[in-house]
Structure formats: structure tokens, C-alpha cells
């Protein structure tokens, strides 16, 4: 499956077996019209689900007349996931965290655009406030973790 950014690999797997891939010359077109000029290969490792760890996020923001942007961030600060306002439901799931070290961040999308906004000097407008979480959120092989946020 293939979108204007990504190639997605899909296919039955099972836990703990090993699969190659092998992408064709002149296979994959960029965004840009560039076809891959070499064969592409690689392994996929699929590992057992008890080797990844879980966490819900009881997002409880002290301004409820607000729409808020959730993302998880891992160790480096690259967003692995986002939940936009509105939520399905109160608990926000991240379901499969290889363990580590993660981060939260809530920005207050006071425009309602679904992004971030960085403000305007000319037009007087003031960046969307972010909250980072306070504690960074330690995830463990076959471990569930439930947390409260009050932003």
C-alpha cells in the first residue's frame, strides 16, 4: 500500500519469524516523479507481542472549552503518535511501545486546524500553548501503564 509519503509493507505475519523484501528497479516513484534506480531489499523481524509494552493516557484538561493536540514523543523528541481533538474517548490508548522512554506534549489548538500554529509578530498573534508532561513515561516489555494528565 502506498501513499504520497510513505510505502507500507503488508502481509500476514506471525510472532517471532523473520520475512525479506526485495523492491525492483524502477518499482517505488517519489513524490518528485524519481524511480528507485536499484533493487531495494530487507528483513522484517516480527517480534513476540509480549516483547512490547502499553499505555493509556487519561487526558483531563482544567480548560474544556479548548480542542487539544496530544503527541507521543519518543526519546528524541519524533512524534510516534497523535490524537486530535475530539477524542473518541477519554482514555487515549498507545497500544505496542517497544520499551523505553517516551514523552507527552498537549498543545492547545485554539484555532481548531488540527496543527500547531507558531503565532504571527506582524498580526499580534501569540503561539498555541504547550504542556509537556512532567514525567517521562518508562515502558517495559509486557507491561500496561495508566497515567492522569490534568493540563
Do not use: C, H
Amino acid at each position: 500500500m502506498i501513499d504520497n509519503k510513505n510505502l507500507y509493507l503488508v502481509f500476514e505475519n506471525k510472532e517471532e519469524e523473520s520475512y525479506n523484501y526485495q523492491i525492483l528497479p524502477n518499482t517505488v516513484i517519489d513524490v518528485f516523479g524519481v524511480r528507485n534506480t536499484d533493487t531495494i531489499a530487507g528483513i522484517v523481524k516480527i517480534r513476540k507481542n509480549d516483547y512490547y509494552g502499553s499505555f493509556t493516557l487519561k487526558f483531563a484538561p482544567k480548560d474544556d472549552s479548548s480542542n487539544y493536540i496530544i503527541r507521543l514523543l519518543d526519546a528524541n523528541d519524533v512524534v510516534l503518535k497523535e490524537y486530535g481533538f475530539p477524542f473518541e474517548t477519554d482514555d487515549l490508548k498507545f497500544d505496542k511501545l517497544k520499551p523505553g522512554n517516551y514523552k507527552f506534549k498537549a498543545i492547545k489548538d485554539w484555532n481548531k486546524n488540527g496543527k500547531w500554529d507558531a503565532g504571527d509578530y506582524y498580526q499580534k498573534l501569540q503561539p498555541e500553548p504547550v504542556s509537556i508532561y512532567p514525567n517521562e513515561i518508562s515502558i517495559r516489555s509486557n507491561w500496561e501503564l495508566v497515567e492522569t494528565w490534568e493540563a
